[in-house]
Protein backbone atom coordinates (compact mmCIF):
# COMPACT_ATOMS: atom_id res chain seq x y z
CA UNK A 1 0.00 0.00 0.00
CA UNK A 2 1.44 3.48 -0.72
CA UNK A 3 -0.40 6.52 -0.43
CA UNK A 4 0.30 9.90 -2.40
CA UNK A 5 1.15 12.71 -0.07
CA UNK A 6 2.20 15.48 -2.50
CA UNK A 7 3.46 15.08 -6.21
CA UNK A 8 6.27 12.30 -6.05
CA UNK A 9 5.93 12.16 -3.09
CA UNK A 10 4.39 8.78 -1.63
CA UNK A 11 3.62 7.22 2.03
CA UNK A 12 5.51 3.99 1.67
CA UNK A 13 5.18 2.60 5.51
CA UNK A 14 3.36 0.13 7.74
CA UNK A 15 -0.07 0.39 9.29
CA UNK A 16 0.26 -2.14 12.47
CA UNK A 17 -3.31 -2.61 13.43
CA UNK A 18 -3.23 -5.31 16.10
CA UNK A 19 -0.44 -3.79 18.62
CA UNK A 20 -2.07 -2.63 21.45
CA UNK A 21 1.49 -2.64 23.72
CA UNK A 22 4.27 -0.31 22.31
CA UNK A 23 7.09 -1.01 25.15
CA UNK A 24 4.17 -0.60 28.05
CA UNK A 25 2.31 2.69 25.96
CA UNK A 26 -1.50 0.89 25.52
CA UNK A 27 -1.57 1.75 21.98
CA UNK A 28 -5.53 1.35 21.91
CA UNK A 29 -6.21 2.13 18.15
CA UNK A 30 -2.84 0.34 16.99
CA UNK A 31 0.06 2.24 15.24
CA UNK A 32 1.58 3.37 11.94
CA UNK A 33 5.38 3.29 11.05
CA UNK A 34 5.74 5.80 8.31
CA UNK A 35 7.88 6.15 5.51
CA UNK A 36 8.24 8.53 2.73
CA UNK A 37 9.30 8.07 -0.73
CA UNK A 38 10.61 11.49 -2.35
CA UNK A 39 11.04 11.03 -6.30
CA UNK A 40 13.12 14.11 -7.96
CA UNK A 41 16.23 13.52 -10.23
CA UNK A 42 17.41 11.67 -7.22
CA UNK A 43 15.01 9.71 -5.10
CA UNK A 44 15.31 9.74 -1.35
CA UNK A 45 13.48 7.11 1.05
CA UNK A 46 12.97 9.10 4.45
CA UNK A 47 13.08 6.59 7.27
CA UNK A 48 11.92 2.60 7.20
CA UNK A 49 9.76 0.66 9.42
CA UNK A 50 9.96 -1.40 12.51
CA UNK A 51 11.70 -4.73 11.77
CA UNK A 52 9.38 -7.58 11.10
CA UNK A 53 7.92 -4.63 8.38
CA UNK A 54 10.38 -4.15 6.14
CA UNK A 55 8.92 -6.33 3.47
CA UNK A 56 5.96 -4.87 3.38
CA UNK A 57 8.50 -1.11 3.12
CA UNK A 58 10.15 -2.40 0.06
CA UNK A 59 7.41 -3.92 -1.74
CA UNK A 60 5.48 -0.60 -1.30
CA UNK A 61 8.69 1.24 -2.22
CA UNK A 62 8.97 -1.54 -5.41
CA UNK A 63 5.30 -0.55 -6.73
CA UNK A 64 6.30 3.49 -7.55
CA UNK A 65 10.45 2.60 -8.16
CA UNK A 66 12.94 0.11 -8.54
CA UNK A 67 14.86 -0.54 -5.21
CA UNK A 68 18.23 -0.73 -7.20
CA UNK A 69 17.65 3.08 -8.51
CA UNK A 70 17.12 4.89 -4.64
CA UNK A 71 19.73 6.79 -4.15
CA UNK A 72 19.04 7.76 -0.37
CA UNK A 73 17.96 6.81 2.79
CA UNK A 74 17.41 9.47 4.95
CA UNK A 75 16.96 8.15 9.28
CA UNK A 76 15.84 11.20 10.86
CA UNK A 77 15.48 8.75 14.39
CA UNK A 78 17.82 5.45 15.18
CA UNK A 79 14.99 3.82 17.74
CA UNK A 80 14.01 0.28 15.85
CA UNK A 81 10.24 1.49 15.13
CA UNK A 82 11.91 3.71 12.53
CA UNK A 83 15.12 2.17 11.85
CA UNK A 84 14.61 -1.66 12.50
CA UNK A 85 14.47 -2.65 9.10
CA UNK A 86 17.30 -0.70 7.84
CA UNK A 87 19.77 -3.68 7.46
CA UNK A 88 17.21 -5.18 5.49
CA UNK A 89 16.35 -2.05 3.68
CA UNK A 90 20.34 -1.22 3.04
CA UNK A 91 20.31 -4.60 1.46
CA UNK A 92 18.11 -4.50 -1.08
CA UNK A 93 18.73 -0.75 -1.97
CA UNK A 94 22.76 -0.86 -2.75
CA UNK A 95 23.24 1.88 -4.71
CA UNK A 96 21.23 4.00 -1.53
CA UNK A 97 23.84 6.01 0.69
CA UNK A 98 22.49 6.39 4.13
CA UNK A 99 21.95 9.87 5.56
CA UNK A 100 22.15 10.71 9.12
CA UNK A 101 24.14 12.78 11.33
CA UNK A 102 26.39 11.79 13.69
CA UNK A 103 25.19 10.67 16.80
CA UNK A 104 22.66 8.83 14.64
CA UNK A 105 25.14 6.78 13.05
CA UNK A 106 26.67 5.81 16.09
CA UNK A 107 23.54 4.58 17.19
CA UNK A 108 22.77 3.17 14.52
CA UNK A 109 26.09 0.94 14.69
CA UNK A 110 25.08 -0.31 18.50
CA UNK A 111 21.62 -1.83 16.56
CA UNK A 112 23.47 -3.39 13.63
CA UNK A 113 25.96 -4.27 11.60
CA UNK A 114 26.38 -0.95 9.74
CA UNK A 115 30.02 -1.41 8.36
CA UNK A 116 28.99 -2.40 4.85
CA UNK A 117 26.85 0.53 4.27
CA UNK A 118 27.64 3.76 2.93
CA UNK A 119 26.94 6.90 5.20
CA UNK A 120 26.52 10.29 4.37
CA UNK A 121 27.00 12.25 7.77
CA UNK A 122 24.74 15.27 7.61
CA UNK A 123 25.05 18.32 9.88
CA UNK A 124 22.52 20.63 9.88
CA UNK A 125 23.03 21.33 5.86
CA UNK A 126 21.42 19.89 3.00
CA UNK A 127 21.26 17.45 -0.03
CA UNK A 128 19.57 18.40 -3.57
CA UNK A 129 17.49 16.14 -5.33
CA UNK A 130 17.55 17.96 -8.66
CA UNK A 131 14.38 19.96 -8.43
CA UNK A 132 14.18 19.53 -4.77
CA UNK A 133 15.97 19.64 -1.40
CA UNK A 134 16.15 17.85 1.80
CA UNK A 135 17.14 20.15 4.70
CA UNK A 136 18.38 18.58 7.95
CA UNK A 137 17.73 19.82 11.21
CA UNK A 138 19.29 18.25 14.50
CA UNK A 139 16.14 18.35 17.12
CA UNK A 140 17.97 17.19 20.14
CA UNK A 141 15.98 14.31 22.36
CA UNK A 142 12.80 15.23 20.66
CA UNK A 143 12.71 12.12 20.79
CA UNK A 144 16.94 10.44 21.44
CA UNK A 145 19.63 12.20 21.08
CA UNK A 146 20.17 11.67 17.55
CA UNK A 147 16.86 12.93 16.12
CA UNK A 148 16.59 15.35 13.29
CA UNK A 149 13.68 16.85 10.88
CA UNK A 150 13.67 16.52 7.33
CA UNK A 151 12.48 19.75 5.65
CA UNK A 152 11.30 19.98 2.00
CA UNK A 153 11.03 23.90 1.30
CA UNK A 154 9.61 23.17 -2.14
CA UNK A 155 6.67 21.25 -0.70
CA UNK A 156 6.32 23.07 2.32
CA UNK A 157 6.68 19.44 3.61
CA UNK A 158 8.25 18.78 7.88
CA UNK A 159 9.07 15.26 7.85
CA UNK A 160 9.04 15.72 11.80
CA UNK A 161 9.58 12.11 13.27
CA UNK A 162 8.36 11.42 16.67
CA UNK A 163 7.14 14.96 17.11
CA UNK A 164 3.25 15.73 16.11
CA UNK A 165 2.79 11.67 15.42
CA UNK A 166 -0.08 10.00 16.71
CA UNK A 167 -0.37 5.96 17.82
CA UNK A 168 -3.11 5.98 15.21
CA UNK A 169 -4.12 3.09 12.38
CA UNK A 170 -6.26 4.48 9.87
CA UNK A 171 -6.73 3.34 6.42
CA UNK A 172 -6.32 7.54 6.16
CA UNK A 173 -3.41 9.28 5.93
CA UNK A 174 -4.66 13.14 6.48
CA UNK A 175 -5.98 15.13 9.73
CA UNK A 176 -9.34 16.21 7.42
CA UNK A 177 -10.07 12.37 6.11
CA UNK A 178 -10.50 11.60 9.97
CA UNK A 179 -11.60 13.04 13.19
CA UNK A 180 -9.73 16.05 14.45
CA UNK A 181 -10.44 15.60 17.31
CA UNK A 182 -9.50 11.85 17.70
CA UNK A 183 -6.25 12.90 15.94
CA UNK A 184 -5.39 15.24 18.37
CA UNK A 185 -6.05 13.63 21.52
CA UNK A 186 -3.99 10.60 20.34
CA UNK A 187 -1.27 13.20 19.84
CA UNK A 188 -2.00 14.41 23.09
CA UNK A 189 -1.75 10.65 24.44
CA UNK A 190 1.59 10.46 22.28
CA UNK A 191 3.22 13.88 23.43
CA UNK A 192 2.74 13.02 27.58
CA UNK A 193 3.53 9.18 26.96
CA UNK A 194 6.94 9.89 24.81
CA UNK A 195 8.05 13.63 24.60
CA UNK A 196 6.49 15.07 27.96
CA UNK A 197 10.28 15.09 29.78
CA UNK A 198 11.53 16.88 27.08
CA UNK A 199 9.37 20.19 26.84
CA UNK A 200 12.20 22.55 27.15
CA UNK A 201 14.18 20.80 24.22
CA UNK A 202 10.12 21.15 22.20
CA UNK A 203 9.98 24.49 22.72
CA UNK A 204 13.58 24.99 21.11
CA UNK A 205 12.42 22.90 17.80
CA UNK A 206 8.59 24.64 18.02
CA UNK A 207 11.13 27.52 17.67
CA UNK A 208 12.91 26.19 14.42
CA UNK A 209 9.39 25.23 13.11
CA UNK A 210 8.21 28.54 13.31
CA UNK A 211 10.48 29.86 11.06
CA UNK A 212 9.80 27.37 8.19
CA UNK A 213 6.46 27.80 6.01
CA UNK A 214 4.62 24.77 6.56
CA UNK A 215 2.05 23.27 4.72
CA UNK A 216 2.20 19.70 5.83
CA UNK A 217 3.58 18.18 8.58
CA UNK A 218 4.58 14.21 8.00
CA UNK A 219 5.30 12.49 11.19
CA UNK A 220 6.41 8.97 11.85
CA UNK A 221 3.38 7.48 13.59
CA UNK A 222 -0.33 8.34 12.49
CA UNK A 223 -1.63 10.85 9.99
CA UNK A 224 -0.40 13.76 8.40
CA UNK A 225 -1.40 17.15 9.73
CA UNK A 226 -2.69 19.50 6.42
CA UNK A 227 -5.70 20.77 7.93
CA UNK A 228 -4.87 21.34 10.89
CA UNK A 229 -0.95 22.17 11.37
CA UNK A 230 -1.66 25.08 13.35
CA UNK A 231 -3.68 23.55 15.58
CA UNK A 232 -1.03 21.14 16.60
CA UNK A 233 1.85 23.61 16.71
CA UNK A 234 -0.14 25.44 19.01
CA UNK A 235 -1.21 22.45 21.00
CA UNK A 236 2.61 21.16 21.39
CA UNK A 237 3.39 25.38 22.56
CA UNK A 238 0.71 24.07 25.45
CA UNK A 239 2.41 20.88 26.10
CA UNK A 240 5.98 21.52 26.29
CA UNK A 241 5.05 23.65 29.42
CA UNK A 242 2.32 21.36 30.54
CA UNK A 243 -0.12 24.26 30.21
CA UNK A 244 -3.12 23.71 32.83
CA UNK A 245 -6.57 23.38 32.07
CA UNK A 246 -9.35 24.45 34.40
CA UNK A 247 -9.30 20.80 35.33
CA UNK A 248 -8.64 18.43 38.30
CA UNK A 249 -7.97 15.20 38.69
CA UNK A 250 -8.81 12.26 42.02
CA UNK A 251 -6.68 9.48 41.72
CA UNK A 252 -6.41 6.61 43.63
CA UNK A 253 -5.91 2.71 44.87
CA UNK A 254 -8.05 1.28 47.34
CA UNK A 255 -8.30 -1.90 49.66
CA UNK A 256 -11.74 -2.09 50.71
CA UNK A 257 -13.00 1.11 49.40
CA UNK A 258 -12.36 3.32 52.44
CA UNK A 259 -9.88 5.57 50.14
CA UNK A 260 -12.35 5.06 47.45
CA UNK A 261 -15.11 6.64 49.23
CA UNK A 262 -12.99 9.31 50.24
CA UNK A 263 -11.36 10.18 46.76
CA UNK A 264 -15.68 10.15 45.70
CA UNK A 265 -16.19 13.04 48.05
CA UNK A 266 -13.19 14.73 46.88
CA UNK A 267 -14.48 14.19 43.21
CA UNK A 268 -17.43 15.41 44.54
CA UNK A 269 -16.07 18.24 46.28
CA UNK A 270 -13.97 19.30 43.10
CA UNK A 271 -16.81 19.02 40.46
CA UNK A 272 -17.72 22.66 40.17
CA UNK A 273 -18.93 24.94 37.23
CA UNK A 274 -16.43 25.84 34.87
CA UNK A 275 -13.62 22.79 36.15
CA UNK A 276 -13.74 19.50 34.99
CA UNK A 277 -12.89 17.23 37.76
CA UNK A 278 -12.26 13.19 36.39
CA UNK A 279 -11.80 10.65 38.97
CA UNK A 280 -9.51 7.58 38.09
CA UNK A 281 -8.78 3.90 39.89
CA UNK A 282 -5.68 3.51 39.05
CA UNK A 283 -6.11 -0.63 39.11
CA UNK A 284 -8.77 0.03 36.18
CA UNK A 285 -7.16 2.54 34.32
CA UNK A 286 -3.81 2.20 32.43
CA UNK A 287 -0.60 3.94 33.02
CA UNK A 288 -1.01 5.84 29.38
CA UNK A 289 -4.19 7.27 29.54
CA UNK A 290 -3.15 8.47 33.52
CA UNK A 291 -0.20 10.18 31.85
CA UNK A 292 -2.31 11.87 29.03
CA UNK A 293 -4.22 13.22 32.07
CA UNK A 294 -1.92 14.35 33.66
CA UNK A 295 -0.65 16.87 30.91
CA UNK A 296 -2.65 19.48 31.68
CA UNK A 297 -3.95 18.77 34.78
CA UNK A 298 -4.18 21.86 37.33
CA UNK A 299 -4.77 19.89 40.71
CA UNK A 300 -4.54 16.60 41.58
CA UNK A 301 -5.41 14.45 44.61
CA UNK A 302 -3.46 11.35 44.84
CA UNK A 303 -5.26 8.37 46.97
CA UNK A 304 -3.73 5.51 48.70
CA UNK A 305 -5.07 2.49 51.15
CA UNK A 306 -1.71 1.64 53.48
CA UNK A 307 -0.51 -1.33 52.50
CA UNK A 308 2.35 -3.28 54.50
CA UNK A 309 3.60 0.97 55.66
CA UNK A 310 3.59 2.16 52.05
CA UNK A 311 1.27 2.72 49.60
CA UNK A 312 -0.59 0.26 47.01
CA UNK A 313 1.64 -1.79 44.48
CA UNK A 314 0.35 0.26 41.49
CA UNK A 315 -0.42 3.79 43.16
CA UNK A 316 3.76 3.39 43.13
CA UNK A 317 3.74 2.16 39.67
CA UNK A 318 1.99 5.06 38.62
CA UNK A 319 4.03 7.77 41.00
CA UNK A 320 7.02 5.64 39.12
CA UNK A 321 5.94 6.11 35.69
CA UNK A 322 5.24 10.20 36.40
CA UNK A 323 8.86 10.51 38.13
CA UNK A 324 10.35 9.58 34.96
CA UNK A 325 7.46 11.59 32.11
CA UNK A 326 7.97 14.62 35.12
CA UNK A 327 5.04 16.50 34.41
CA UNK A 328 5.70 20.58 35.64
CA UNK A 329 3.44 22.77 37.21
CA UNK A 330 1.40 20.87 39.07
CA UNK A 331 -0.38 21.19 42.96
CA UNK A 332 -2.10 18.80 44.86
CA UNK A 333 -2.30 17.01 48.53
CA UNK A 334 -2.30 13.42 49.15
CA UNK A 335 -4.78 11.01 51.05
CA UNK A 336 -6.03 7.54 52.08
CA UNK A 337 -7.11 5.28 54.99
CA UNK A 338 -4.89 3.25 57.21
CA UNK A 339 -5.55 0.55 59.56
CA UNK A 340 -3.12 -0.59 62.51
CA UNK A 341 -0.14 0.90 61.05
CA UNK A 342 -0.19 3.90 58.60
CA UNK A 343 2.24 4.45 55.82
CA UNK A 344 0.19 5.09 52.75
CA UNK A 345 -0.80 8.53 52.22
CA UNK A 346 2.76 9.68 53.86
CA UNK A 347 4.06 7.78 51.28
CA UNK A 348 2.34 9.70 48.55
CA UNK A 349 2.95 13.05 50.11
CA UNK A 350 6.46 12.18 50.50
CA UNK A 351 6.60 11.76 46.64
CA UNK A 352 4.67 14.79 46.29
CA UNK A 353 7.64 17.07 48.37
CA UNK A 354 10.48 15.25 46.49
CA UNK A 355 8.94 16.00 43.13
CA UNK A 356 8.49 19.78 44.39
CA UNK A 357 4.52 19.71 43.61
CA UNK A 358 3.05 23.15 45.27
CA UNK A 359 1.29 21.20 48.31
CA UNK A 360 -2.59 22.33 48.60
CA UNK A 361 -2.70 20.63 51.86
CA UNK A 362 -1.26 18.33 54.86
CA UNK A 363 -2.35 14.59 53.98
CA UNK A 364 -5.92 13.89 54.84
CA UNK A 365 -5.77 10.32 56.32
CA UNK A 366 -8.40 8.68 58.05
CA UNK A 367 -8.31 4.98 60.15
CA UNK A 368 -10.25 2.09 58.95
CA UNK A 369 -13.55 4.13 57.57
CA UNK A 370 -14.40 7.68 56.73
CA UNK A 371 -16.78 9.38 58.94
CA UNK A 372 -19.70 11.80 57.75
CA UNK A 373 -17.47 14.16 58.92
CA UNK A 374 -14.23 12.87 57.19
CA UNK A 375 -16.37 12.86 54.06
CA UNK A 376 -17.17 16.61 54.65
CA UNK A 377 -13.74 17.19 54.95
CA UNK A 378 -13.15 15.56 51.99
CA UNK A 379 -15.35 17.30 49.89
CA UNK A 380 -13.74 20.90 51.35
CA UNK A 381 -10.55 19.65 49.79
CA UNK A 382 -12.24 18.60 46.68
CA UNK A 383 -13.34 22.24 46.47
CA UNK A 384 -9.97 23.60 47.29
CA UNK A 385 -8.61 21.57 43.86
CA UNK A 386 -11.04 23.29 42.42
CA UNK A 387 -10.33 27.08 43.24
CA UNK A 388 -6.74 26.11 42.31
CA UNK A 389 -7.35 24.60 39.12
CA UNK A 390 -9.57 28.17 38.62
CA UNK A 391 -7.13 30.34 39.70
CA UNK A 392 -3.57 28.41 37.92
CA UNK A 393 -5.64 28.89 34.22
CA UNK A 394 -7.00 32.47 35.31
CA UNK A 395 -3.56 32.96 35.34
CA UNK A 396 -2.24 32.37 31.66
FE1 LIG B 1 8.81 6.36 17.17
FE2 LIG B 1 11.27 7.50 19.28
O1 LIG B 1 10.46 6.36 18.05
Given at each position: MNIKISDNIDWVGYVD????DFHGYETARGATYNAYLVRDEKTALIDTVKRPFADALLANVAAVVD????DYVVCNHAEPDHAGALPRVMAAMPHAELVCNKRCAAALARHADTSGWKIRIVDNDAISLGGRTLQFIDTPM?????SMFTYLPEDR??????????HYAT?????????AAVALDEAKTYYANI????GRQVAAVLDKAAALPIDLIAPSHGIVWRSHVADILAAYRDWSTCRARPKVVVIYDTMWDATGEMARAIHEGASQPGVEAVLIHVRLSNLTRIAAEMLDVAAVAFGSSTLNRGMMPMAAAVLNYLEGLRPANKAGFAFGSYGWGTGGAEAVHGWLESQKWDILREPLRVQYRPTPDVLDECRRAGRLLAERARSATAER
Open positions: WTVRLGDVVHWPEILFSMDAFGQSQRFDDEVSVMPY
